[in-house]
């Protein structure tokens, strides 16, 4: 092999001492990176796993409606090991329609409550806020309907939830207020709205305009 000439001597000595100085620095960097990436992937598949085993829980929880038992322990495994699971959310949002049907206002209030403060979607918390607001109106808890229905936190629930006031400041015999609720949910309510000619009859019931 031929000798080095002097310039690639000094090339070399110029990369010896670079890999003295940083070469160990960019070594350990890469492995970090990657050490970072295979967690990340790692935490990737996990996620993935849980997802599965949330979902197949739920599929299990919707044909237990009938067995109490079954039905309250996979409730309780997605809540204990799936908390923030969208499954987990929707689970209770079923319990509480079950409670509702047999009657058991107390075990419909704790479900609807456990979805607004642990479920990490807007849309599934707004629904609880709502079914929440006519369980206790049924139960002539006025003030505290209200106080659930003040704003939505997604606009599309706006008019829903201005009916809802409507349909509690009615039972409170707050006519005036009622109506003027009526009218915001009759005013975000599109045109082909189902619901629409629903809220102007309540509006008319009031023989306000």
């Known amino acids: 092999m031929a000798a080095f000439d002097l310039q690639e001597q000094e090339q070399i000595a110029e990369l010896k001492a670079w890999w003295h100085g940083w070469g160990k620095s960019l070594a350990a ?22 997802a599965a085993k949330a979902a197949d829980l739920y599929v299990q929880l919707q044909v237990q409606a009938a ?12 809540k204990t090991d799936f908390k923030d699971s969208p499954y987990t959310a929707r689970a209770a949002l079923a319990a509480a329609k079950l409670a509702y ?3 058991d ?3 419909t209030r704790d479900e609807l409550n456990w979805v607004i403060n642990n479920a990490k979607e807007i849309s ?4 609880a806020k709502l079914r929440l607001a006519s369980v206790l109106l049924d139960d ?14 997604e606009e599309t629930y706006s008019a829903l939830f201005a009916e809802m006031r409507g349909d509690v400041q009615f039972a409170k015999n ?8 009526y009218r915001q949910a009759i005013a975000k309510l599109p045109k082909d709205s189902p619901n629409l000619k629903l809220v102007e009859v309540k509006l008319d019931v009031l023989g306000a305009k």
């Open 67 to 78: 067995d109490a038992d079954k039905f309250g322990a996979t409730l309780t495994t997605l």
């Open 105 to 107: 206002s107390a075990k």
């Open 174 to 181: 707050d006519v005036s207020a009622a109506a003027d609720s």
């Open 140 to 153: 002539k808890k006025f003030d505290e309907a209200l106080a659930l229905v003040k704003a939505p936190e």
């Open 29 to 50: 960097a890469v492995i970090l990176a990657l050490l970072a990436y295979a967690a990340w992937a790692g935490w990737q598949s996990w996620q993935k796993r849980q």
């Open 101 to 103: 049907m047999n009657g």
């Open 124 to 127: 599934l918390r707004d629904t």
